[in-house]
């Protein structure tokens, strides 16, 4: 036990404290010391020799013009050229309409500008226009020359060269178009969608130059050997130019929380299948776990005529996630994880365009709680996933195909392939994804078929994740049901709210999914209560909820769940409210995040730890015991610690040993304050349980 003089206020659990601490090395400090000195020599070398140049990135989010077109006359009117229009505003990218006064329930065209300058030294460099997402149609003008369109696909980044258009030593004009009409064209389909349609240049918008070649994409693979917790990168670079057959790389890979550089080459590759091959023996790592985030750093660059002509880092980390039998393991120990789903667009103060901030207070919400696991109806912001990979929350990122259409128009199916592509493409690199996801409760009479086409179309881009098909039916369709075509076999559960009135059905529906499952596992997608379709409030929900958590407990085939939602949010479809508040009543929380009494119990129900004993030994003394839950949630405690105030005002601290699935543990908590209150802390530092 260690004690502190800290100030430090013990009313409720930290729910963000970072506490990355990096394990000591068993090799010896001098030689650590000398092999890094020499790389960042060689780096520093390298500096000054001219090489880095690489890529320059310039936000272009901020201040943008801004005007509705309702009446569809932007073209008719050479807008491209510059918007002239009554209605003409500034506003702030990230943007949406949607959550503004006149226009809360606009789909239609609408138009942004910006005006940039371009340096006369960039001739001979690629210009780029990069959007993190665009909802859902954008097509892109330069000096009124059109430069590109992105339709059908609201969700995904896309890049733009515009290196031919512009105009160098001068300012030049970029115009975006912009449509959210609903579309039988698109994913998400027409109206079936359960959340916001709001338009808009959503997310950040920047330019990237480069020299030649330059990269499109550098993907990593990590494969952890558990034997000897070794790791291996195996990497894949795209070029953004055809026909070149032989490249010279750089790569410098080192360990993002402490900086340690692991390994450092240059290498001339010859393509191969479009793409440049590596790999990087990693030697000894640390995995990458939702209570211990380990994450590494690639920095690729081409070097071309002695100059670096670009540059991508990449950040990732090594985990292991497998199914064997009825079991989730993930670094070879089985797990069953809590979750809970975040509908982005929730806040009526920035809807879709949320900025980092409030990501940020997203996803520490969620740690907060004890989740480990989520799920997202579509392709989210690079930025949300980064908060996963750095917070430690498994994800699994769907195609916003919701129910409708059962089947798939040839043109569907290409706007299925373009978003799923587009998603594996940027989203490749993030250890937090975990799986892919098609569709969402799959509706009626399908076409199986497509859905093994689509499977295997992900499966060729990405052989490293599990892909899925979440269902709501299975207790229906059975061995018929779509969900069965993929590697982990779901439901979304509502039995006793929107399938039947009945609730005490769910054991028998239960058996009736085994049975059609077989020895496979099952990952609850989601669980939740909506008012006012469903009456009885907050209540409710909590009785609601230890119904079905209780029941899920006990079946050993049952993996994780993931509980819907975190937050009241904002819908087209919502039962309540106007405009920017028209909502489905369906969170924890409300909308402003403000916790409703469901909160606390779900943490609690998500806490691994139970408090099973405080008792006075003396006047300063408690003894406590505490006991690790063996249903859901399942898995190993490492690195947790205790922490209480003394009499005195001092923070002690007691360390945890590693504690496995049904294991107890007991201490006295000696010169304790006189209202015996303590915490219980992830490695990380988020609040897990307190007393």
Not at 364 to 371: E, G, H, Q, V
Request: hydrophobic share 35%; net charge negative.
């Amino acid at each position: 036990m260690k004690c502190n003089r800290i100030d430090v206020s013990m009313g409720g659990c930290w729910s963000g404290i970072s506490r990355f601490n990096s394990d000591a090395s068993n090799n010896d400090w001098s030689v650590k010391m000398v092999k890094n000195l020499l790389l960042i020599i060689m780096l520093v070398t390298i500096s000054f020799t001219g090489r880095a140049q690489g890529r320059q990135v310039l936000s272009l989010d901020g201040e943008w013009e801004f005007a509705i077109d309702s009446l569809n006359k932007g073209v008719e009117e050479n807008w491209q050229t510059g918007i002239s229009d009554e209605s003409l505003k500034i506003v702030t990218v990230p943007h949406t309409w949607n959550i503004e006064d006149g226009t809360e329930d606009y789909a239609g065209w609408a138009w942004y500008q910006k005006e940039i300058e371009i340096p006369q030294d960039w001739k001979n460099k690629n210009i780029r226009l990069k959007f993190g997402a665009v909802y859902h149609d954008a097509v892109i003008y330069i000096n009124g020359e059109k430069a590109g369109e992105n339709l059908d696909a609201g969700y995904t980044p896309f890049t733009i060269d515009i290196s031919e258009l512009v105009v160098l030593g001068s300012k030049n004009t970029i115009v975006v178009a912009v449509n959210n009409e609903f579309s039988e064209t698109n994913f998400p389909y027409k109206r079936s969608f359960d959340w916001v349609n709001d338009g808009g240049i959503t997310r950040s918008v920047s330019l990237e130059v480069t020299g030649k070649p330059s990269l499109r994409y550098v993907h990593v693979t990590p494969e952890l050997n558990l034997q000897d917790s070794t790791g291996t990168a195996k990497i894949a670079c795209k070029l953004w130019e055809d026909g070149i057959k032989r490249v010279k790389l750089s790569f410098v890979f080192k360990n993002k929380i402490s900086n340690e550089i692991i390994h450092s080459e240059e290498k001339e590759l010859k393509v191969n299948n479009g793409v440049f091959v590596n790999s990087v023996d990693a030697g000894k790592i640390q995995p990458w776990h939702f209570d211990s985030p380990n994450l590494y750093e690639l920095k690729t660059s081409i070097i071309s005529k002695d100059k670096i002509t670009d540059s991508e880092t990449s950040v990732f980390g090594f985990k292991k996630v497998e199914i064997k039998g009825e079991s989730l393991l993930l670094n070879g120990e089985v797990v069953r994880l809590p979750g809970i789903e975040y509908m982005p667009g929730s806040s009526p103060v920035y809807g879709i365009a949320e900025p980092k901030s409030y990501m940020d207070s997203i996803v520490r919400t969620m740690k907060d709680l004890n989740i480990c696991i989520t799920r997202f109806h579509w392709q989210q912001d690079d930025y949300m996933l980064s908060l996963m990979d750095q917070y430690g929350i498994l994800v699994q990122e769907e195609l916003p195909w919701w129910q409708n259409p059962a089947g798939l128009t040839p043109e569907l199916m290409n706007t299925a392939k373009k978003q799923l592509g587009d998603m594996i493409e940027a989203h490749y690199n993030h250890p937090s994804v975990f799986s892919w996801g098609i569709s969402n409760e799959v509706n009626g009479e399908t076409d199986r078929e497509k859905y093994i086409q689509l499977r295997d179309f992900v499966r060729g881009l990405d052989s490293s994740r599990f892909v899925t098909i979440v269902s709501n039916r299975i207790w229906q369709k059975k061995e018929n049901d779509e969900t069965l075509l993929c590697d982990i076999p779901t439901w979304n559960e509502y039995i006793g709210t929107w399938h039947g009135k009945d609730r005490n059905k769910l054991p028998g529906k239960l058996d009736t999914v085994k049975m059609a499952i077989g020895d496979r596992p099952l990952l609850i997608t989601e669980n939740g209560l909506c008012e006012p379709a469903i009456t009885g409030g907050d209540a409710r929900r909590i009785d609601d909820m230890l119904f079905h958590t209780k029941e899920w407990r006990s079946q050993p085939y049952i993996i994780g769940y993931i509980y819907f939602c975190l937050s009241d949010y904002r819908t087209q479809m919502g039962e309540e409210g106007f405009g920017k508040y028209r909502i489905r009543r369906h969170g924890i929380t409300d909308v402003f995040l403000n916790p409703k009494p469901s909160y606390s119990v779900l943490k609690q129900i998500a806490s691994p730890i139970e408090i099973t004993k405080v008792e006075r030994v003396d006047n300063s003394t408690a003894a406590i015991e505490i006991a690790i839950k063996d249903d859901i949630p399942s898995y190993a405690l490492r690195g947790y610690s205790l922490e209480y105030k003394s009499i005195e005002g001092d923070l002690c601290q007691i360390d945890l040993p590693v504690l496995m699935p049904g294991d107890t543990f007991s201490t006295d908590l000696e010169m304790v304050n006189a209202s015996f209150s303590f915490r219980i802390l992830r490695p990380n530092g988020f609040c897990v349980i307190e007393y």
